[in-house]
């Protein structure tokens, strides 16, 4: 598999991250308009200061029409890749075909482009760079079975090509670059709080429930199926461990948790089947990485310690995102964000944890938010978990 590169036209600084210098030049910007990339009757949309800054071509075909609208024949294939590599200056797991049609489409852009070799994803098969949200199972009857994760794993790489007029500095920087480039979503981690309390009670616009939030979904009219995880599944990547999931047989019960210390399982909506959970804790007997621990949130360092961020917004793209309600920040003070070992614990957390696992340290943290019954009792438990923590010594 390839990934291509886009080279800028101005120099971007590495440190910051290719988005975010990127989305620096877009604030400089006069105006805020969007271009319209048209082929075989798809379209996709892109920030005209970003396609301006893309290539020289770019530049003085935009500045000398009146027309936003680009008309590329035979690009379709890859219009999407091509919204990818102008946001974030590259594109991976590309097809030879794919990455021939790109690198064409870009040159007829007036970009330049480089092209490497995926060494990884070579040996070991195609890897996702988003979290993938349905699988398709062989059964013996030779009929397929779709099987998708709950609602709350969503693809919203669409929001990273929204509004991006302003970008912050800080701590608020570093959310707004993770939240953006999330190949989760908005809602990474568990349900954080009692089942019986609707997810509005820290989300306001959020219509998900513990249901929704946990259930998986497969065709109405197929019946439900007990699955287990295969036993050869090494060479499945984080971001594809759906696709480590077998069908062993029919369900006809309805679903009961097993009493399993070890293991989370799920079920689907319609509540008869048996799906044990992907991550690698609950399955590789690993455990996670025993060298970092949590410690006291007062010693959580901004710039070095691991975070989730859950929200009901497409992008962070405006100051409100970070107003009561509309979104909420995880911290994992003594995490290290460098650490390979806990980038790998976290991402299975984010990715597969839909419901409250007792094994994981990152859902631990947040335990206390499990107990209270109202929202009041929610709202009225966070402040005393403030309290506690400045009670006691770091």
Request: proline content about 5%; aromatic content about 10%; overall charge neutral.
């Amino acid at each position: 598999m390839a990934v291509l590169h886009l080279q800028n036209t101005k120099k971007v600084s590495a440190e910051r991250g290719y988005s975010v210098s990127l989305l620096s030049e877009v604030q400089k910007a006069e105006s805020h308009t969007d271009t319209i990339l048209y082929s075989d009757g798809q379209s996709v949309v892109v920030h005209s200061a970003i396609m301006s800054n893309s290539s020289e071509l770019m530049r003085n075909l935009l500045a000398s029409s009146e027309s936003k609208v680009i008309i590329l024949p035979s690009f379709s294939p890859v219009l999407s890749d091509f919204v990818s590599l102008v946001y974030t200056g590259h594109v991976a797991n590309l097809s030879v075909k794919d990455t021939d049609l790109l690198t064409s489409l870009c040159t007829e852009l007036g970009m330049t482009t480089t092209t490497t070799v995926d060494k990884d994803n070579e040996h070991r098969g195609k890897r996702s760079e988003f979290l993938k949200l349905e699988t398709e199972i062989d059964i013996q009857s030779e009929e397929r079975f779709r099987l998708r994760l709950p609602m709350s794993r969503i693809d919203h790489r669409g929001g990273r090509a929204l509004n991006c007029g302003h970008v912050f500095e800080g701590f608020n920087g570093r959310i707004q670059e993770e939240y953006n480039c999330s190949p989760v979503g908005p809602y990474e981690g568990p349900y954080d709080q009692d089942p019986q309390i609707p997810l509005f009670a820290q989300l306001s616009k959020s219509k998900l429930n513990y249901d929704k939030y946990t259930n998986f979904s497969h065709p109405e009219k197929i019946q439900c199926k007990i699955f287990q995880i295969k036993q050869k599944n090494e060479d499945i990547g984080d971001l594809d461990k759906i696709e480590t999931l077998e069908v062993v047989g029919n369900s006809t019960d309805k679903f009961v948790k097993p009493d399993d210390e070890h293991r989370v399982f799920y079920t689907c909506s319609k509540k008869s089947c048996m799906i044990p959970c992907p991550c690698n804790p609950c399955n590789s007997g690993e455990g996670q990485c025993p060298e970092h621990k949590i410690m006291h949130m007062d010693l959580f360092d901004e710039n070095e310690h691991a975070i989730s961020i859950r929200s009901t917004e497409l992008s962070c793209s405006k100051e409100n995102f970070f107003t009561f309600s509309r979104s909420y920040i995880l911290k994992y003070p003594g995490i290290p964000k460098k650490c390979p070992r806990c980038r790998k614990d976290l991402l299975h957390h984010k990715s597969y944890h839909m419901d409250f696992h007792w094994t994981c340290k990152f859902c631990k943290l947040y335990q206390y938010k499990l107990y209270p019954k109202t929202v009041k009792e929610l709202y009225d438990r966070e402040i005393k978990e403030k309290s506690w923590y400045k009670s006691v010594c770091p």
